[in-house]
């Protein structure tokens, strides 16, 4: 069966060690754009949305589908949702990295290839 795309979506528990990350934008958006990097995928674009009194929603537009990120600092947590579509760039490499990142306790994975 030919892949025609892969999607990863991740839920990060207890991310105390980097908790302000979780509420920092430009830190978040620097995080986001090296794991594109590292994935190999190509970066259009970048827009977040920065809540108060906190939370960060960032969506990346790459140029094989698109990268987001919802931040809940309340809880230490937050939900990645990665959708790579054609074998271009490796939705898992940028996993690692935002995992390297917010360097979290627990960690929730669900892959997908269609």
Same mark, same amino acid.
């Given at each position: 069966?030919k892949i /025609?795309?892969?999607? @990863?979506?991740c839920v990060?528990?207890d991310?105390g060690?980097?908790a ?5 934008p &430009? $830190?978040l *958006? /620097?995080?986001? $754009? #090296?794991a =594109?990097?590292r994935?190999g995928?190509t970066l +259009?674009? %970048?827009?977040?949305?920065h809540f108060?009194?906190?939370?960060i #929603?960032?969506?990346?537009i790459i140029?094989e ?5 919802? #931040? @809940?600092? *309340?809880? $230490?947590t937050?939900v =990645?949702? =990665?959708?790579t ?6 939705? *898992?490499?940028? /996993? *690692?990295?935002l995992?390297k990142? +917010?360097r979290?306790?627990? %960690? &929730? %994975? $669900?892959? +997908?290839? +269609?």
């Open positions: 069966m /025609a795309g892969r999607h @990863y979506f990060f528990g991310c060690k980097n302000a990350a979780l509420d920092h &430009r $830190k *958006e /620097a995080a986001v $754009k #090296t =594109i990097r994935a995928m +259009f674009g %970048v827009h977040s949305k108060r009194p906190q939370g #929603t960032l969506l990346a140029g589908s698109h990268v987001s990120v919802h #931040t @809940y600092p *309340e809880s $230490k937050c =990645i949702d =990665i959708l579509c054609g074998r271009e760039g490796d939705p *898992e490499k940028a /996993a *690692e990295a995992k990142f +917010f979290p306790a627990s %960690v &929730r %994975v $669900k892959k +997908f290839s +269609f």
